[in-house]
C-alpha cells in the first residue's frame, strides 16, 4: 500500500526530471543551450492538484487546450504561473482569456486575431500570439497551410495589441519521431523566410513544437517551447 503511494506522489517528479533531462541531451546533441528551450507542461484534464506538484517541482509554464478549465485553474492557482493556450479558440471565447493567458499558440486565421484586438483594447492589455501551421496538411488540425503563413502574419501584424512571437505546430501521430523531423525543419524554414521579411510588430523567436512521443526531435529541429502532457502526468 505504501509502497504505491510513495510511487504516485513522486510520480510527476520523476518524470519531470526525466523530460528535462532529454530535453537537455537532445539540445547538446544538437548543439543549442538548454535555456532555449522551455517546457511546457500540459495539464489538460488534470486536476489542480497535480499541477501544485509540478509546480513545487518548479514547473511555471502550463498548458491548457481549453478556455473554461484555464481559467478555473489560473484562479486558484499561484499567479506566477505562465498559461499556455494550446487548443483551438473560438471567437466567443476569446474574452474570457485575453487578460489570463501568456501566450495564445493556436492563431488561424484574421478573425480570430481581430477578436483578440477587440477584447484586448477593452481590457486594455497587449496579448502575445502563434500562429498555428498545419505543416502536414492533415484534415482533422486547425492551422493554416504554410503557405497562407506569410499573409496572416502580414495582415494581424497590423492589429496594435495583439504581438506575433513566433509559429505553433502540432505534428502528426507518427511511429518514429524522425517522422516527424521534415515538418519540425519546414516550420523552423517557414520562421526563418517570414522572419527575413522584417515585418513591423512580428517576432519570430518562437517555435511551439514537440509533445510526448517527439519533443526531442522537435529540440533538435530548433523548438524553443516544447508541449508534454502525457510524459509528466501520465495518460489521459
Ligand atoms: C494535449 C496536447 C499536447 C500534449 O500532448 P501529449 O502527447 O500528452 O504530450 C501538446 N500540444 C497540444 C496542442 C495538445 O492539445
Request: proline share 3%; net charge negative.
Amino acid at each position: 500500500m505504501s509502497v504505491n503511494v510513495e510511487g504516485r506522489n513522486n510520480m510527476i517528479k520523476e518524470n519531470l526530471d526525466a523530460v528535462n533531462g532529454n530535453i537537455q541531451a537532445a539540445a547538446l546533441e544538437a548543439g543549442r543551450k538548454q535555456e532555449e528551450i522551455t517546457l511546457i507542461a500540459v495539464s489538460k484534464t488534470k486536476p489542480v492538484s497535480m499541477v501544485e506538484e509540478a509546480y513545487a517541482c518548479g514547473c511555471r509554464d502550463f498548458g491548457e487546450n481549453r478556455v473554461q478549465e484555464l481559467c478555473d485553474k489560473c484562479d486558484v492557482l499561484p499567479k506566477d504561473i505562465r498559461w499556455h493556450l494550446i487548443g483551438h479558440l473560438q471567437r466567443n471565447k476569446v474574452k474570457y482569456v485575453v487578460d489570463k493567458a501568456y501566450l495564445i499558440h493556436s492563431v488561424d486565421s484574421l478573425r480570430l486575431a481581430q477578436e483578440i484586438q477587440k477584447e484586448a483594447e477593452k481590457k486594455q492589455v497587449d496579448v502575445n500570439i502563434l500562429i498555428e501551421v498545419n505543416m502536414a496538411a492533415e484534415e482533422s488540425k486547425f492551422g493554416v497551410s504554410p503557405d497562407e503563413a506569410e499573409n496572416l502574419v502580414r495582415e494581424a501584424a497590423k492589429l496594435p495589441n495583439v504581438h506575433i512571437q513566433g509559429l505553433m505546430t502540432i505534428a502528426p501521430v507518427v511511429e518514429k519521431p524522425e517522422d516527424n523531423a521534415v515538418h519540425f525543419a519546414n516550420l523552423k524554414q517557414l520562421s526563418v523566410d517570414i522572419k527575413g521579411k522584417n515585418i513591423d510588430n512580428v517576432n519570430m523567436n518562437v517555435l511551439s513544437m514537440g509533445m510526448t512521443g517527439d519533443y526531442e526531435q522537435a529540440v533538435k529541429d530548433g523548438a524553443t517551447y516544447v508541449r508534454v502532457g502525457t510524459g509528466i502526468f501520465g495518460e489521459r
